[in-house]
């Protein structure tokens, strides 16, 4: 939880912070409001010690909540207002079994693994579990969230990998078939060109290079309109995010080199054509 300058401004003017400390405090019907919320209900006119009404019960703001910015937060899962355990407890229905999260943080040197024993006890005797009793809650650290959450970006990053493979063999194949009709097309040229002087080598390179900056154009122009289409997202969901480099580098040169794999067939036909069948081709 964080508080806006005004309503800690507000906190030591009216003795709020000290009033908090006090045990007894913790049943009031007190609530932190959301800013949305709270711009939702009042506008700009400030909100703090008014009193509002959730679930039709009454309720005194004395702070406002600024959500911190996360890009995974599911929707429907904003902050409208935060109130006291107790006053929940006591004021509302509410399912103590899977709706009740207690967040723990260890002290200073304590070890996360010593720190889950230490809560386990705590929870085992709140609850008044016998030892061969079952633990009926559920313990989970940062460790294990940030682990599976590994794991679920691993499944998407390679089912990226097999999309953006056949979407390469497809474009590939395209590729192939454009440099077919181009060499079909220019055997007239590739004849004239053999009957000049010109050296398989220099034909097969000149439509390596064909295909190359085929596929090295149509990467750059990817790479701008899907830039462009990143940056107008980033602003609507107001988004701190940078381009790599480096990974754009890459990318063309993946494109360049998809035309040299698949271009490569075609440019060998056209280097293999006989000068005298080329200048009889119509």
Avoid at 4 to 17: K, W
Avoid at 104 to 124: C, S
Avoid at 269 to 277: C, G, Y
Wanted: charged share 20%; proline share 4%.
């Amino acid at each position: 939880m964080r508080c806006t300058f005004t309503a800690l401004r507000f906190a030591r003017e009216t003795g709020v912070q000290k009033w908090l400390r006090d045990p007894a405090s913790l049943k009031a019907s007190v609530v932190v409001l959301d800013e949305n919320a709270a711009k939702k209900l009042f506008g700009r006119e400030s909100v703090l010690d008014k009193l509002i009404h959730i679930a039709g019960r009454p309720a005194r703001v004395i702070g406002l909540y600024a959500q911190p910015g996360n890009i995974f937060s599911p929707p429907g899962q904003d902050i409208g207002a935060i109130v006291p355990y107790q006053m929940l407890d006591h004021q509302f229905t509410i399912d103590k079994t899977n709706a009740v999260y207690i967040p723990v943080k260890p002290k200073k040197g304590v070890a996360t693994a010593d720190a889950q024993e230490a809560v386990t006890i705590a929870m085992r005797e709140l609850r008044r579990l016998h030892p061969a009793d079952k633990n009926n809650f559920d313990l989970i650290t940062q460790d294990q969230i940030l682990d599976t959450f590994n794991k679920i970006t691993g499944v998407f990053f390679l089912v990226m990998i097999v999309l953006s493979s056949v979407g390469l063999l497809v474009g590939g194949i395209g590729v192939m078939a454009i440099m077919m009709v181009s060499v079909t097309s220019r055997t007239r040229e590739i004849g004239i060109r053999k009957a000049l002087g010109a050296t398989k080598r220099e034909i097969l390179f000149q439509f390596l290079v064909e295909a190359a900056t085929l596929t090295g154009f149509g990467g750059v122009l990817g790479i701008l309109i899907g830039l462009t289409f990143g940056r107008l997202a980033t602003l609507a969901m107001n988004i701190d995010a940078s381009v790599p480099i480096g990974l754009t580098v890459i990318a063309v040169m993946v494109s360049v080199t998809i035309g040299i794999v698949f271009g490569m067939l075609p440019a060998q036909r056209a280097a293999k054509l006989d000068p005298i069948d080329a200048l009889r081709y119509e």
